[in-house]
């Protein structure tokens, strides 16, 4: 089947700006995580949801930041005016239970 | 505050030449540790989960072993497919989110 899928896979924008990344999730899966990977640093928990409620958002860095899940799947990750400190990877995961998170590619996100 | 170290950031191995990487952890109650793989350019894939000390699994030339205090992948006769970067991640009881650690970048020479 299908696995984690993110749009887009690269965005590059002007700093001030504001950007959507998407992700759609395997079918199925009720949880969902959006993370960040900086350069040289590894993996940061961003935001967990669970259905389209998020009992979990204390990793979003400031609030600029903020996520929704609609319809138990597709969820949006918006980052408004854009600093060059957000430049980064953003993934997303799901998962049917704790056991095993699945990632997506990721999308690649330049603030210039 | 959960807290995830690997060791070393980056090995560089012979093709055939066993070897291990370390990742020592801190947690307020460990529900699993992780193992995933991961290639340039792309997500992380999962490797194993371990739920709890003394456990061991294997997959092909990987096998992770875990105690209380950390968890090491051996990856024994390596081949060049091997070569990416390794991370570890656990989760406590308390949450559903995972703490990475750093990563070790693995290449295997040819």
């Known amino acids: 089947g299908a696995g984690v899928s993110q749009s887009p896979s690269n965005k590059v924008t002007e700093k001030g700006k504001d950007v959507e990344l998407r992700c759609d999730p395997i079918s199925g899966h009720t949880a969902l995580y959006w993370y960040r990977q900086s350069l040289g640093q590894g993996l940061e928990f961003l935001i967990y949801?669970?259905?389209?409620?998020?009992?979990?958002k204390s990793g979003l860095p400031s609030d600029r930041f903020s996520a929704e899940r609609t319809g138990g799947s597709v969820s949006t990750l918006t980052i408004q005016r854009t600093q060059q400190e957000d430049s980064a990877v953003y993934l997303c995961?799901?998962?049917?239970?704790?056991?095993?998170?699945?990632f997506g590619p990721g999308t690649r996100l330049t603030v210039l | 505050e959960d807290q995830v170290t690997q060791s070393p950031e980056a090995l560089r191995l012979q093709e055939g030449e066993s070897s291990s990487l370390n990742c020592s952890y801190t947690?307020?109650?460990?529900?699993?540790l992780f193992w995933y793989r991961q290639d340039p350019g792309k997500g992380p894939e999962f490797l194993f989960t371990?739920?709890?000390a003394g456990e061991e699994k294997e997959k092909e030339r990987l096998k992770a072993t875990l105690t209380k205090k950390e968890s090491f992948l051996h990856i024994t006769a390596p081949k060049p497919e091997d070569s990416a970067t390794y991370l570890c991640?656990?989760?406590?009881?308390?949450?559903?989110?995972?703490?990475f650690g750093e990563g070790t970048q693995l290449t295997v020479n040819p």
């Open positions: 995961a799901s998962s049917l239970d704790w056991r095993e998170q699945f």
């Open positions: 371990l739920y709890s």
């Open positions: 991640a656990v989760q406590a009881w308390s949450g559903s989110r995972l703490t």
């Open positions: 947690v307020s109650g460990l529900r699993g």
């Open positions: 949801f669970q259905g389209n409620s998020a009992p979990d």
